[in-house]
């Protein structure tokens, strides 16, 4: 019997590198890895599997259709993860063009080639910021309102909207899932965690990004958290909710829905305190104004994941052992470099 087969998108980068990673380790599929290999992508990544005749690369920028010699390199495939996306909210700013063309065309591309391939099951992996600022004590729900803030937030939910359309349209088997921010080892440097453990392992200081208020106090910024092996997990929850084995998480699990994907909630100065105190270092920060430092950035964001809970997932590692553990791989000799970039 042959085995399932599944593409995933930015196989690279670091957050579809966790998830080839996980179902490398936790199935028994073929992996069919898509990636153009930007400067976020790197198949160090994936290096462990080097050879792995289950697990086959495939090189294009989804930025453009999919030829037919790649559509023919993705026969079988029965379900797809589109994780690759541009995600860098500063970034986005400075060339919102670029962010549009990848998360949004990309995104119609690659509906249209899972259209072609006739896939069982798409997941469309979205983004917290989808929602905009959350006020304090509030965590959106999947109903909640669409307000992006910047081009990055804006260009995913544009390609949420296109997911939708596609399963409504043309009845392509379609989930989004929105995540929190992710950690993780083999992050790009260019993130809060690898930059906050490279400052504080050189004992440089460390800009904390909140609001100043009017009695000159701080409002810090907030968001949850989770990490990337977390995530992976969650979406092969999804995956084989719908397998066709277990008919009862089948009828849950619809597909033209949305989940999310939380994570637990801190500040970014209690990352910060929590990784100086894994490192054994005294923490050297300033505060900085979001707004002013950072245009376009909301100071919290938060959302609920009762909906896939009640389903039956639950995060296989709880965050502060998952932080911890990626502390500690990250500042091991062999593997400083993924913190300098």
Same mark, same amino acid.
């Given at each position: /019997?042959?085995?399932?087969? $599944? $593409?995933?998108?930015?196989? +690279?980068?670091?957050?579809?590198?966790?998830?080839?990673?996980?179902?490398?380790?936790?199935?028994? %599929?073929?992996?069919?890895?898509?990636?153009?290999?930007? &400067?976020?992508?790197?198949?160090?990544?994936?290096?462990? %599997?080097?050879?792995?005749?289950?697990?086959?690369?495939?090189?294009?920028?989804?930025?453009?259709?999919?030829?037919?010699?790649?559509?023919?390199?993705?026969?079988?495939?029965?379900?797809?993860?589109?994780?690759? +996306?541009?995600?860098? @909210?500063?970034?986005?700013?400075?060339?919102?063009?670029?962010?549009?063309?990848?998360?949004?065309?990309?995104? /119609?591309?690659? =509906?249209?080639?899972?259209?072609?391939?006739?896939?069982?099951?798409?997941?469309?992996?979205?983004?917290?910021?989808?929602?905009?600022?959350?006020?304090?004590? @509030?965590?959106?729900?999947?109903?909640?309102?669409?307000?992006?803030?910047?081009? &990055? #937030?804006?260009?995913?939910?544009?390609?949420?909207?296109?997911?939708?359309?596609?399963?409504?349209?043309?009845?392509?088997? @379609?989930?989004?899932?929105?995540?929190?921010? =992710?950690?993780?080892?083999?992050?790009?440097?260019?993130?809060?965690?690898?930059?906050?453990?490279?400052?504080?392992?050189?004992?440089?200081?460390?800009?904390?990004?909140?609001?100043?208020?009017?009695?000159?106090?701080?409002?810090?910024?907030?968001?949850?958290?989770?990490?990337?092996?977390?995530?992976?997990? +969650?979406?092969?929850?999804?995956?084989? #909710?719908?397998?066709?084995?277990?008919? +009862?998480?089948?009828?849950?699990?619809?597909?033209?829905?949305?989940?999310?994907?939380?994570?637990?909630?801190?500040?970014?100065?209690?990352?910060?305190?929590?990784?100086?105190?894994?490192?054994?270092?005294?923490?050297?920060?300033? /505060?900085?104004?979001?707004?002013?430092?950072?245009?376009?950035?909301?100071?919290?964001?938060?959302?609920?994941?009762?909906?896939?809970?009640?389903?039956?997932?639950?995060?296989?590692?709880?965050?502060?052992?998952? =932080?911890?553990?990626?502390?500690?791989?990250?500042?091991?000799?062999?593997?400083?470099? %993924? $913190?300098?970039?």
């Amino acid at each position: /019997m042959a085995r399932n087969k $599944l $593409l995933c998108t930015g196989a +690279a980068g670091f957050a579809g590198a966790h998830v080839v990673r996980h179902l490398m380790t936790n199935t028994d %599929w073929d992996i069919i890895g898509l990636d153009r290999l930007s &400067y976020a992508g790197s198949l160090e990544r994936l290096a462990e %599997w080097q050879g792995n005749p289950r697990l086959k690369m495939v090189f294009h920028d989804f930025r453009a259709a999919y030829p037919t010699s790649v559509l023919r390199a993705l026969e079988g495939v029965r379900y797809i993860i589109h994780n690759g +996306a541009e995600t860098h @909210v500063e970034r986005s700013i400075h060339d919102p063009e670029s962010f549009v063309m990848s998360n949004v065309v990309g995104t /119609m591309n690659t =509906l249209e080639a899972a259209r072609a391939l006739q896939v069982g099951h798409f997941i469309y992996v979205s983004t917290d910021e989808v929602h905009g600022p959350a006020p304090s004590g @509030v965590d959106f729900t999947e109903d909640s309102p669409i307000r992006p803030s910047n081009p &990055y #937030s804006a260009s995913k939910a544009g390609g949420e909207a296109l997911a939708f359309a596609w399963s409504r349209c043309y009845r392509v088997p @379609v989930t989004i899932t929105r995540t929190m921010n =992710l950690i993780g080892e083999r992050q790009h440097p260019e993130k809060f965690v690898p930059m906050c453990i490279r400052q504080v392992l050189h004992e440089h200081k460390v800009a904390i990004h909140g609001r100043r208020e009017c009695n000159d106090k701080w409002t810090v910024g907030s968001r949850k958290w989770i990490h990337a092996r977390n995530q992976a997990d +969650a979406l092969l929850f999804l995956l084989r #909710s719908q397998d066709g084995k277990d008919k +009862a998480a089948a009828a849950r699990v619809a597909h033209g829905e949305t989940y999310h994907v939380a994570g637990e909630e801190r500040s970014n100065l209690e990352i910060a305190h929590f990784i100086a105190k894994t490192l054994e270092k005294k923490l050297d920060y300033e /505060m900085v104004d979001i707004h002013a430092d950072r245009p376009g950035h909301d100071l919290r964001y938060s959302l609920s994941d009762e909906s896939i809970k009640s389903l039956g997932w639950n995060p296989p590692v709880a965050f502060e052992e998952s =932080l911890r553990r990626c502390i500690e791989w990250s500042v091991r000799p062999e593997n400083l470099r %993924w $913190l300098e970039g």
